[in-house]
């Protein structure tokens, strides 16, 4: 069923059609936040305040070319901008899901790798930022990111590109461990 | 890049790499045929691929956090189902305030209500006492047995103008000094003079 669907039937006080937007949408949006903000926490309460958004617009909400995923993601964007001024990214220290429960070692380099790259990520401008989160962590392919964007696909190239250049720079201190390098 | 298919050079094709990283299926997917076959015949193009496929890995060392069943429950909470509209949703005052109910349950909540409630009914049947052409009319009062009857009285200019020089109008003198009478031997309603 599409989202437009879903959507209408959520207007109308289908509580089952909400489970299935969630179920389908906030992976996506909780993990984009969190990767923005650099902490899970606060992608968290963006991924929430979103959701609670899109309730509010389920009665009034109008089928467009944009589409839902688009419409989410553009609110979660905006809500992470006014997020960003507020908190800088706090380093990950209990992460379990890098955890190795046999090699100790193996899981400090892990946690060691994942700030690296959490911090030089934070570190891009807020459209380099949305590029690469976009594109290399939730599968947007060029097109959609600049339709999200609302800019060109060749800007969409440029930014990723200068994003990525950015990222090579910042990751190369550790670039045997992080890049393979030698 | 334009919706034109061109034959990949290394150019495009490192420009391809230099956005998107390594992995064919990020790439435009009109592109994406050509620049296999292209990598797969150049040792140029494939140094380039290496060098993305590092970056790659490091970024996917960053974990991928799901969404917390704390998150997922706070936000299955804030379904809120759809108000239904009113049937008889532009009834009148009256219905309004007879549908209202106080939402605390708190004791002074409920006396504030009832206090509200009596307030406005007294004041509808007071309204209803004056009518414009200066007849005193006691219809529908919430408590009859405290009203008396009051002989209906000619307008005199108006209430206004006779409030000038300082006397007590007559419509008004009449309805004080009027001796009270009752209808407590019938048990019955007073008679109520229309016009």
Redesign the interface.
């Known amino acids: 069923m599409s989202d437009d669907m879903l959507l209408a039937q959520i207007g109308a006080g289908d509580i089952a059609a909400w489970e299935v937007i969630i179920e389908r949408h906030l992976p996506a949006v909780s993990r984009y936040a969190a990767y923005v903000l650099g902490d899970n926490a606060q992608g968290e309460d963006v991924a929430q305040e979103t959701f609670i958004r899109l309730m509010k617009k389920a009665q009034s909400w109008e089928a467009n070319g944009a589409g839902l995923k688009s419409w989410l993601f553009r609110v979660a964007r905006n809500l992470c901008i006014d997020q960003k001024r507020k908190k800088q990214p706090e380093p990950i220290e209990n992460a379990d899901f890098i955890i190795d429960p046999i090699d100790d070692a193996a899981t400090d380099r892990r946690i060691d790798i994942a700030n690296t790259v959490k911090l030089a990520l934070a570190e891009l401008p807020e459209r380099q930022q949305t590029a690469i989160v976009l594109v290399h962590y939730e599968g947007f392919s060029g097109s959609e990111a600049a339709n999200f964007l609302d800019i060109s696909v060749e800007a969409v190239e440029s930014l990723l590109a200068r994003a990525r250049r950015s990222l090579r720079k910042a990751l190369q201190p550790d670039a045997t461990e992080l890049l393979g390098e030698r | ?1 334009s919706d034109k298919i061109e034959p990949m050079t290394l150019d495009r094709l490192r ?2 790499i ?4 390594a992995n064919p299926e ?1 790439w ?2 009109q592109e994406r045929g050509l620049a296999v076959v292209f990598i797969a015949t150049s040792a140029e193009a494939q140094g380039l691929l290496e060098e ?1 496929v ?6 996917d ?8 069943q704390a ?2 429950n ?3 909470n ?5 108000k239904p509209v009113a049937a008889n949703e532009n009834d009148g005052l009256v219905a309004t305030i007879t549908r209202w109910r106080p939402r605390s349950h708190s004791a002074w909540h409920k006396a504030a209500a009832a206090a509200v409630m009596f307030g406005v009914l007294c004041g509808v049947g007071v309204s209803q006492v004056f009518t414009t052409t200066g007849t005193i009319v006691i219809a529908q009062q919430p408590f009859p047995q405290f009203i008396q009857p009051i002989p209906e009285q000619p307008l005199q200019n108006g209430v206004a103008a006779l409030t000038l020089d300082g006397e007590i109008p007559a419509i008004l003198a009449n309805t004080v000094l009027q001796p009270e009478v009752t209808n407590d031997e019938t048990g019955e309603d007073p008679e109520v003079p229309l016009t």
């Not at chain 2, 060392?61 to 917390?68: F, I, Q, R, T, Y």
């Open positions: 890049m420009e391809l230099e956005a998107y990283g990020r435009p997917e993305a590092a970056l790659d890995r490091a970024l060392a960053l974990p991928a956090p799901e969404p917390s998150l997922r706070g936000i299955l804030a379904f809120t189902p759809a």
